[in-house]
């Protein structure tokens, strides 16, 4: 039994701590193990061209299958990696792993595409983030035009000197940068002219709602697309997941789109299956150790 300093402290914490306290202390807790036990990995989301018949890129989501607590969702592991400083080491591991599986793709001589990697705003703030990316993209032979970088609006503006700092080193090295979730945080729209960032990605929320008898919805939506265009940006609709919805994206002049509808996030090996349709089974994938010499 753990003893508290004073007199009533243990019966306080035990008290107070709810479970929803405990499952954060374990995921804090849990981040470095976990990284050290191979229970991070990734899946892909394809990105389509508005048409919906080509696949232009991917994005990168991580992924934590936890021994007791089971598959984490990020959008709960995130958060605390970011508030323990972790995140550092868990970015710079979902890049190193992006850059292993695009280089074992192109080694087993197989088509591959750009991937989109997040960053968290605690990474935009650490000196070293581009010096980072730079090394582990040349250690991997990673050409520069099949990495990029999603950024959310929030992150961007909540301290847009800095963001614009790195924004000019990751654009001056070659990496598109995108905006994502816009529409959720608070734009600056001097502050997006001049990132300069080659894409927008439209949050899902507007997406939801999204359909032919929801003219409010088509308006906003329009409203974001003239805006990206008219700063010379692309955009990505995000969380599509209805054909009407694609259809109006399509009327509307969007550039890409991205969701359960035409792809969902799916394993390495499967996005590379799809981005190489002639790959059969007897020329199976190589894992990197059965790679000769
Ligand atoms: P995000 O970057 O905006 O990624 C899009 C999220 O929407 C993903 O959730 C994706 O699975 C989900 N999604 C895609 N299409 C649809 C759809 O049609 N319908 C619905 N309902 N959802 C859809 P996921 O993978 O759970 O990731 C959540 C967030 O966690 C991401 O949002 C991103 O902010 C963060 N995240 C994921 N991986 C990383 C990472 O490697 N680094 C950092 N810093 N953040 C990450
Ligand atoms: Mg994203
Ligand atoms: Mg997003
Ligand atoms: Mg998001």
Same mark, same amino acid.
């Given at each position: ?107 087993a ?11 968290s ?11 980072d990316?730079?090394?582990?993209k040349?250690?991997?032979g ?16 909540? $301290?847009? =000197?800095? *963001?614009?700092? !790195?924004?000019?080193r990751?654009? +001056? &090295?070659?990496? @598109?940068?995108a ?10 729209l ?10 927008m ?34 955009v ?17 002049q ?14 390495g ?6 981005? $190489?349709? =002639?790959v *059969?089974?007897? !020329?199976?994938?190589p894992t990197? +150790? &059965?790679?000769? @010499?």
């Amino acid at each position: 039994v753990v003893k508290g300093n004073g007199r009533n402290n243990f019966r306080f914490f035990e008290t107070s701590m709810n479970a929803a306290t405990l499952r954060t202390i374990s995921i804090q807790q849990g981040l470095r193990a976990g990284m050290e036990h191979d229970q991070f990995f990734l899946h892909y989301q394809p990105k389509f061209d508005c048409s919906g018949a080509s696949i232009v890129g991917a994005e990168a989501l991580l992924r934590w299958r936890h021994p007791e607590l089971g598959l984490i969702s990020p959008a709960e592991f995130i958060p605390v990696a970011e508030k323990s400083g972790q995140i550092l080491a868990l970015g710079q591991w979902v890049l190193e792993q992006v850059c292993r599986e695009m280089r074992a793709w192109q080694d087993a001589g197989r088509s591959v595409a750009p991937i989109a990697v997040n960053l968290s705003q605690i990474q935009l703030r650490s000196p070293g983030l581009v010096e980072d990316i730079l090394a582990t993209k040349r250690r991997h032979g990673i050409a520069p035009d099949l990495l990029m970088f999603e950024i959310t609006e929030s992150a961007a503006m909540e $301290n847009a =000197d800095e *963001t614009r700092k !790195t924004v000019d080193r990751l654009k +001056a &090295a070659g990496f @598109a940068l995108a905006i994502d979730d816009f529409g959720t945080g608070y734009s600056s729209l001097s502050h997006l002219q001049e990132f300069g960032v080659q894409q927008m990605k439209v949050d899902r929320a507007f997406i939801r709602t999204l359909a032919e008898e929801n003219p409010q919805a088509r308006s906003i939506v329009t409203a974001i697309i003239r805006l990206a265009h008219a700063l010379e940006m692309e955009v990505v609709a995000e969380g599509v997941e209805t054909p009407e919805q694609l259809r109006l994206l399509q009327e509307l002049q969007c550039d890409q789109t991205q969701g359960y509808l035409l792809g969902r996030p799916m394993s390495g090996d499967d996005f590379s299956r799809l981005l $190489n349709p =002639d790959v *059969t089974a007897s !020329t199976a994938f190589p894992t990197v +150790a &059965a790679l000769p @010499a």
